[in-house]
């Protein structure tokens, strides 16, 4: 018997209100919006306001997403949230969401693949779809990455932002068919990209805190070669695995990190610029938020037609890499 298709039947994204731009910036450490523009692409990113966590702007996106999915909070089976910056260790941030939304059945829990935490969820929301015991998930990422970054740190603070994106999966539904997915990882590039403090191996004390240990640290040089190779092959092998080629896709959406990375995986793929969907300059890098952000804007905007193939691609601290297509 044929499987019953998973589609997105909705979207959602919530960005905060506050706007940092590349001259903001330049008051805060020795950087220049030419830098930061040239060497990224990102002209503004939004941080979040006293208040505002994972779960809060999480909700936005979800009550977005659920509305335009028809799907009733608690019709939700499934709360699956991608986020490296939980509201609490203690308890999941999908937990978090999940009582906000004032559903009291839903499984939930976080994953952690840092940038890739959308598709690892994708992944993971249409295995368990498949499964036969669920109907509806509710696939999230969210970060506040400006609450992990050192804000006197040249090197990293230019570069992420705020944000979180929700897809509601639903069986039985053909649009936004999910064809399929590829998630892996290299855990042995994991110190290039890390945060050392706050968990088994250094919890947090005054002399860490001193030591600014409590926020991300990246060899951005490094990052940037396996982002490229990782997320070409990573492509290559989801559409090898649904016997289609990069001719057949109508929209590349790869992780916002880096406007030359997104064009570097775009012609080793042989996919135009044209057809890169692009938010970067306006949102800088938002980890896992930023391929289902870019996902509800394509969808809501209307760039999505029917019968069109989103290839989503992503890599991330880990490091993990991840590959999605979709039939729209
Ligand atoms: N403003 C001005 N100068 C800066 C700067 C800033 N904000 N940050 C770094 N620099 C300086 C460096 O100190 C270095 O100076 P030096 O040559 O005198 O030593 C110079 O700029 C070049 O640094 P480099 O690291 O070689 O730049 P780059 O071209 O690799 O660009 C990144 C830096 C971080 C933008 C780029 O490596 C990158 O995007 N990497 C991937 C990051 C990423 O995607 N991370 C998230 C994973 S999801």
Request: glycine share 10%.
């Amino acid at each position: 018997m044929a499987q019953e298709k998973i589609g997105i039947s909705g979207t959602g994204f919530y960005v905060p209100e506050k706007v940092l731009t590349n001259a903001d910036l330049e008051k805060m450490v020795d950087t220049s919006d030419e830098w930061i523009l040239s060497r990224t692409g990102i002209k503004e990113r939004r941080i979040i306001a006293p208040g505002e966590t994972v779960s809060s702007m999480a909700e936005t996106a979800a009550r977005q997403a659920l509305d335009r999915a028809g799907v009733a909070p608690e019709d939700l089976d499934l709360i699956i949230m991608g986020t490296i910056t939980p509201d609490e260790l203690l308890p999941s941030a999908a937990c978090l969401l999940q009582a906000r939304l004032g559903n009291t059945t839903a499984a939930c829990f976080d994953i952690s693949a840092a940038c890739c935490g959308f598709i690892y969820a994708l992944e993971i929301g249409q295995k368990l779809l498949q499964g036969g015991r669920y109907r509806n998930a509710l696939v999230v990422a969210a970060e506040t990455l400006s609450t992990i970054t050192d804000w006197e740190d040249r090197d990293t603070c230019v570069l992420f932002g705020d944000g979180a994106g929700v897809a509601v999966l639903s069986k039985g539904t053909d649009r936004g068919e999910i064809i399929d997915c590829y998630i892996g990882a290299d855990g042995s590039h994991s110190s290039l990209l890390e945060i050392e403090a706050g968990g088994s191996l250094c919890p947090i004390t005054h002399e860490v805190l001193d030591q600014r240990k409590q926020y991300v640290r990246m060899e951005g040089n490094k990052v940037f070669k396996l982002a490229v190779a990782s997320m070409v092959s990573s492509a290559k092998r989801v559409l090898k695995q649904a016997g289609l080629t990069s001719q057949d896709v109508t929209w590349l959406l790869p992780h916002q990190a880096n406007l030359r990375i997104m064009k570097a995986v775009a012609k080793r793929l042989h996919i135009p610029v044209e057809q890169v969907y692009i938010n970067v300059d306006r949102y800088g890098n938002m980890s896992g938020a930023t391929v289902p952000i870019g996902l509800a804007e394509m969808d809501q905007n209307g760039l999505l037609k029917k019968g069109d193939l989103l290839l989503m691609v992503s890599f991330g601290g880990g490091l993990t890499w991840a590959a999605s297509l979709v039939r729209w």
